[in-house]
């Protein structure tokens, strides 16, 4: 089932979902994507660069991102354009949440600009390693 | 940090990435998606090496792979990727900005199908950490 432009309203929530990020997607993600970079894949190195240990990729977080994104529209042509903003690490063993709100819709073009963010519970605070980020998307 | 002055503009020589179906369901996987169709940041694949790939070996920035911290990234796509095709991308270095300790460095990249015409189109800001 996918979402319908008239389903949308300004400034309401999107769905959130969560996923863990664990330290083998981490990996497969590296390999898939052909981002070889140490640091997120060996704890000595992510340690030396002042990080606790393994830092996903910032890609890694806005593919999944994306992944949540395409899943709620229900098709990926759906998505026109996405600017993220990386504001904090993620860490392997951390679990993230996706989500967003409609922030307008023009319903000439039925083309809807999103704000969407990456939040994750760390130490009993929340960190956004992706906020104020912004996806256009386009409905039947 | 010294910069050859040539270095914003220039063009690295494109990429050419093959969309097979094996490499696409292992990113899927990687990515989370669950829904049919190849996970539009597919690009990010023909984008690194057309990119920071050659950026991380690039005589006139002296960049070190272990430095670079992803900042921004946009995406426009004007059509979904499938499955089967050939893509090729290229990466223009756009700007190079110190500030402070860090150099801030912006590709553009542009990923064209088989007849030329335009998939994708990427921005990153990448971070390069100094000494201190």
């Known amino acids: ?38 640091l997120h894949q060996d704890d000595d190195v992510a340690r030396a660069a002042g990080f606790p240990r393994v830092v996903a990729h910032g890609m890694y977080t806005m593919g999944t991102l994306t992944s949540w994104l395409v899943d709620w529209l229900g098709d990926p042509a759906a998505l026109l354009r996405l600017r ?10 951390e679990s993230i949440e996706c989500g967003g709100k409609v922030r307008s819709l023009d319903p000439q073009s039925r083309t809807a600009v999103l704000e969407v963010w990456v939040r994750v519970e ?3 605070a929340d960190v956004w390693p992706i906020r104020k980020s912004e996806a256009e998307v386009r409905l039947d | ?43 990010t694949v023909p984008e690194i090496a057309a990119g920071l790939d050659h950026v991380v070996s690039d005589p006139r920035l002296g960049i070190e792979l272990s430095r670079v911290l992803h900042g921004e990234q946009e995406y ?36 064209r199908d088989e007849a ?7 921005r990153s800001t990448l971070i390069v950490r100094g000494d201190g």
């Open chain 1, 1 to 38: 089932m996918s979402v319908r432009f008239d389903d949308l309203e300004v400034g309401r929530d999107l769905p959130s979902s969560s996923r863990l990020v664990t330290r083998e997607d981490v990996k497969a993600y590296a390999d898939a994507s052909g981002d070889q970079n140490p």
């Open chain 1, 84 to 93: 993220v903003h990386f504001r904090a690490p993620v860490f392997v063993d």
């Open chain 1, 122 to 124: 760390r130490d009993g």
């Open chain 2, 1 to 43: 940090m010294a910069l050859s002055p040539d270095v914003e503009g220039s063009t690295y020589p494109p990429v050419r990435f093959e969309v097979d179906g094996s490499r696409v369901r292992a990113f899927a996987d990687a990515v989370g998606q669950r829904g049919p169709g190849v996970p539009p940041t597919i690009v």
């Open chain 2, 76 to 111: 426009r796509w004007s059509r979904p990727v499938v499955v089967g095709e050939t893509l090729t991308a290229s990466a223009t270095i756009e700007s190079v900005r110190d500030k402070g300790e860090m150099r801030l460095v912006v590709l553009g990249t542009e990923v």
């Open chain 2, 116 to 122: 030329g015409a335009l998939v994708a189109s990427g």
